[in-house]
């Protein structure tokens, strides 16, 4: 009896997200702000699918982001190509460096292959520092726009919003029916319990490996559309630090669900954009502050605090 009205209630909730999303250039709120919150939105989402659905932690999620970041710039800038090839080629590259690091590191578990990752992230920071076509320290500025599919200019910013609202939008709808598929449903027999699914005749390395590219190929494309908006990529993009960030977001949105990983990304963005001028680099304190409160009192984040009370509530009933 439950179950049908706790998912009509995410639906309706949904379509009221979605709605707030396509109003808020027209009531004053800055385009660019959005388009960044909703890029790292998909990033964590990205995230969000290996550690939440898969049960594989990545400290180096960031490379992925930085590295398809670089080819759509210099794809877009330097040979000429359109937004949305240099978008989809950004987004192949991303996937197939997650084919190499994962070849690699899905056969180690926990904190191992966390330790992988991050080496391997590490190694991608340092050939962006010093490779030439990168820009190194300054980065690399002055990617076009362009048009899209040769008909639309997205130099106009509400313009391009809803190109990035539309990629977003298409990009949880299919992250939804991904967790849905049967594929879906052996990742998560996966996190609960790696042992079993092996028992059941699953060659549970072949999946891990295929939800560990899957997602640095999405994480690619929130990079890409990241370049594309802002008009340059830097080293930050790809830091260590960042791969910190996504997995901030994601648990504090709540780990483990659709619109948590979004709804962390948007909080912690519009932190850091609106509380930077006023209290300076102490923003990473309080953010540091924040992802304590999360471990320590909030282990569900957001959405999963809100279902955990909304089921208790029911039952109470």
């Known amino acids: 009896m439950h179950a049908p009205t706790s998912s009509r209630l995410a639906h309706v909730c949904l379509w009221i997200c979605l709605g707030l999303l396509i109003a808020v250039p027209f009531i004053g709120v800055y385009p660019i702000f959005m388009m960044k919150a909703l890029c790292y939105a998909m990033f964590a989402m990205a995230f969000n699918l290996l550690m939440g659905f898969t049960g594989l932690l990545s400290f180096g999620h960031a490379a992925f982001f930085g590295v398809a970041g670089y080819t759509t710039g210099w794809l877009i800038r330097s040979a000429g190509l359109s937004p ?12 197939l460096c997650g084919l190499g690091v994962g070849l690699l590191a899905i056969r180690r578990q926990g904190i191992y292959f966390a330790m992988v990752t991050l080496a ?171 992802f304590v409160l999360c471990v320590v009192a909030f282990r569900r984040g957001f959405i999963g605090e809100l279902k955990a009370w909304h089921a208790s509530r029911q039952q109470n009933h």
Do not use: C
């Open 120 to 290: 391997m992230a590490q190694m991608f920071y340092f050939v962006f520092l010093q490779a030439p076509f990168t820009g190194g320290e300054d980065g690399l500025q002055g990617v076009p726009r362009g048009q899209l599919l040769g008909l639309v200019s997205l130099e106009s910013d509400l313009s391009l919003y809803f190109v990035v609202l539309a990629v977003f939008v298409a990009l949880f709808l299919f992250v939804v029916r991904i967790v849905h598929s049967p594929f879906g449903q052996v990742l998560k027999a996966i996190r609960e319990n790696e042992t079993r699914a092996i028992s059941l005749g699953y060659d549970v390395n072949t999946y891990k490996l295929m939800a560990f590219v899957l997602s640095t190929a999405i994480a690619g494309l929130a990079g890409s559309m990241k370049t594309l908006v802002l008009g340059f990529v830097t080293l930050n993009d790809a830091h260590w630090s960042l791969s910190g960030e996504v997995i901030l977001m994601t648990l504090l949105g709540g780990l483990g669900t659709f619109a948590g990983p979004a709804l962390g990304a948007f909080t912690i963005i519009g932190l850091q954009n609106f509380l930077a001028d006023q209290v300076g680099s102490w923003i990473n304190v309080i953010i540091g502050v924040i």
């Open 84 to 95: 949305e090839l240099g978008v989809l080629a950004g987004t192949v590259v991303a996937g």
